[in-house]
T-cell receptor, first 114, second 114 residues
Framework: DQQVKQNSPSLSVQEGRISILNCDYTNSMFDYFLWYKKYPAEGPTFLISISSIKDKNEDGRFTVFLNKSAKHLSLHIVPSQPGDSAVYFCAASGQGTSYGKLTFGQGTILTVHP | DAGVIQSPRHEVTEMGQEVTLRCKPISGHDYLFWYRQTMMRGLELLIYFNNNVPIDDSGMPEDRFSAKMPNASFSTLKIQPSEPRDSAVYFC????????????FGQGTRLTVV
């Protein structure tokens, strides 16, 4: 039962363009969402998050959008840079049985071409 | 703080052998998580602890897997006996439940069972 899904295994983007990574969730008890970035041979590192009381959070080139009615969130990277090439994981946390833990998606491999 | 420390970084073992993975969380963090990364399922939560007490072990694949947290600064994940399908990267993460939903990850242990 995959409660957090990233349906695109990979994404390829030209440098300077926008990268849009998508994530869907099924558990309505989730109320906090995070994006992590992972380079090879390293652990995931936190990138940006959003609470369910907001629909947008911005940090520099990174913006996360949340559509609660659609149970969908997305990460926008503008402009994309070659150093952004990594695996991006969407994660969710919430109340009830989800309290305290992060549930991750499968990840999306982003490749930014120079 | 040095961050979450995992050992060993790489482990190669023969099928049937016992494997023990180790984790030192960030000092002061009251949550500790064990995740397994696979291509198909991304980051799977195996088990997590709060204040050294196991809270949810529903992600542990089977009885061959066990985890302990004897004190606030140390945790182990043991596989006995190991099987080739256990080959994956295992991550430990910790979180300060009072101040943050963000979890900090170690660099992972790449396990290969031959």
């Amino acid at each position: 039962d995959q409660q957090v899904k990233q349906n695109s295994p990979s994404l390829s983007v030209q440098e300077g363009r926008i990268s849009i990574l998508n994530c869907d969730y099924t558990n309505s008890m989730f109320d906090y969402f995070l994006w992590y970035k992972k380079y090879p041979a390293e652990g995931p590192t936190f990138l940006i998050s959003i609470s369910s009381i907001k629909d947008k959070n911005e940090d520099g080139r990174f913006t996360v959008f949340l559509n609660k009615s659609a149970k969908h969130l997305s990460l926008h990277i503008v402009p994309s840079q070659p150093g952004d090439s990594a695996v991006y994981f969407c994660a969710a946390s919430g109340q009830g049985t989800s309290y305290g833990k992060l549930t991750f998606g499968q990840g999306t491999i982003l490749t930014v071409h120079p | 703080d040095a961050g979450v420390i995992q050992s060993p970084r790489h482990e190669v073992t023969e099928m049937g052998q016992e494997v023990t993975l180790r984790c030192k969380p960030i000092s002061g963090h009251d949550y500790l998580f064990w995740y397994r990364q696979t291509m198909m399922r991304g980051l799977e939560l195996l088990i997590y602890f709060n204040n050294n007490v196991p809270i949810d072990d529903s992600g542990m694949p089977e009885d061959r897997f066990s985890a302990k947290m004897p004190n606030a600064s140390f945790s182990t994940l043991k596989i006995q006996p190991s099987e080739p399908r256990d080959s994956a990267v295992y991550f430990c993460a910790s979180r300060d439940g009072q101040t943050s939903t963000e979890a900090f990850f170690g660099q992972g242990t790449r396990l290969t069972v031959v």
